[in-house]
């Protein structure tokens, strides 16, 4: 018994590849030798159409990143406009009120207010529109952004 064997156990002896009982003929190992070149092809072919659709995708990938990046430009120079348009218009709406108040001219108090009120209610989102057309727009390679 050898060691770390227990008594269950067999010792399996033989060749482990057996013996050849045959002379291989150039036909045959010329056959096994295609084989073996094809394989190593279609291996070579499929890693190549893989590494080009990774390339694809990271073309792809790229480009709405750009697009995304583009878009998020427009959209904060679009809000830090309307913003300043909206600072701007509600720095002199009370500054008006200011002088109503000090004149004490209702009806400027109240053509005042009411503008206030006007501008409070709209936002700056309610301008651009449907929101689902700039999500088209979004979405349309040949779309032109103006910056």
């Not at 060691?3 to 033989?14: A, F, I, M, R, S």
């Not at 430009?73 to 200011?98: C, H, P, T, V």
């Not at 009806?107 to 700039?134: E, H, N």
Request: glycine share 4%; with cysteine; proline share 2%.
């Amino acid at each position: 018994m050898a060691l770390n064997q227990t008594p269950d156990q067999k010792v399996h002896e033989g060749e482990v590849l057996g013996s050849v009982k045959r002379t291989i003929s150039a036909v045959d190992g010329f056959g096994a030798l295609s084989q073996l070149v094809n394989a190593a092809q279609e291996c070579i072919e499929i890693h190549a159409v893989e590494q080009t659709k990774r390339a694809r995708l990271h073309t792809y990938a790229s480009a709405e990143v750009q697009r995304i990046k583009t878009a998020e430009s427009i959209l904060k120079g679009y809000f830090e406009q309307s913003f300043a348009e909206r600072r701007a218009n509600f720095d002199a709406l009370f500054s008006r009120l200011d002088q109503a108040l000090e004149q004490d001219n209702t009806q400027a108090i109240s053509d005042v207010l009411r503008g206030i009120v006007d501008i409070a209610k709209t936002s700056p989102l309610a301008d651009l529109g449907d929101l689902s057309q700039i999500r088209a727009a979004l979405d349309d390679p040949d779309q032109v952004w103006d910056l």
